[in-house]
């Protein structure tokens, strides 16, 4: 079972937007600013999407955005393409003891 | 460009012990305020942070399996390395190496190793 709470699918047509949300609690998530998603495609390594909560690395198309709400983070994907079908995970700092939880992933779906 | 490459052995033995190293290329290790870690992933699952170790030498590993990992540094090679002692079937996963700037913060990963452990 994995520390922060992410659903397991989420869908939408191309050009439309979706929301993918993270939950954890004070401990985590909501306890600081230091939330990251990653996007996964099949066979596939990991690549930085957000990092802090907001933040593009460099190449990441703005239509990916990140936010924050409490104990809730959300990654949001505007004008879906074909190639956002794909796993997506959020991170979180969790403090000195457990340092770095995940989500258990979402499986982005584009119709 | 920096790149990770792990290596090792794809099959271990239930109670042995896994060494996997990850080379790093494009970049020097010993360049400073990296944290070089280990995530694995279960088959089909999610992600886990199995710890990293900083370029002072310090360490964290994860608490549910601090009992079984060492991570260590080769600067001479510029590799790092994760040892993982008494595995079982459920250490059956993708080990991936990875380089952060910050503990929640990767930015390159190497490509995965799979490490299944049958007898």
């Known amino acids: 079972q994995s520390a922060l709470t992410q659903p397991p699918s989420a869908s939408g047509s191309p050009g439309q937007s979706v929301t993918i949300s993270c939950t954890g609690t004070s401990s985590d998530v909501g306890g600081y600013n230091y939330v990251s998603w990653y996007q996964q495609h099949p066979g596939k390594a990991p690549k930085l999407m957000i990092y802090?909560?907001?933040k593009r690395p460099s190449g990441v198309p703005d239509r990916f955005s990140g936010s924050k709400s409490g104990n809730t983070a959300s990654l949001t994907v505007s004008g879906l393409q074909a190639e956002d079908e794909a796993d997506y995970y959020c991170s979180s700092y969790a403090g000195s003891n457990n340092l770095v939880v995940f989500g258990g992933g979402t499986k982005l779906t584009v119709l | 460009q920096v790149q990770l490459q792990e290596s090792g052995p794809g099959l271990v033995k239930p109670s042995q012990t896994v060494s996997l190293t990850c080379t790093v290329s494009g970049g020097s290790i010993s360049s400073g305020g990296y944290y070089w870690s280990w995530i694995r992933q279960h088959p089909g699952k999610g992600l886990e942070w199995i710890g990293y170790i900083y370029d002072s030498g310090s360490t964290y590993y994860n608490p549910s399996l601090k009992s079984r990992v060492t991570i260590s540094l080769d600067t001479s090679k510029n590799q790092f390395s994760l040892k993982l002692s008494s595995v079982t079937a459920a250490d059956t996963a993708v080990y991936y190496c990875?380089?952060?700037?910050?503990?929640?913060?990767?930015?390159?990963w190497g490509q995965g190793t799979l490490v299944t452990v049958s007898s």
């Open positions: 802090e909560v907001n």
């Open positions: 990875a380089r952060a700037p910050s503990i929640v913060v990767v930015t390159h």
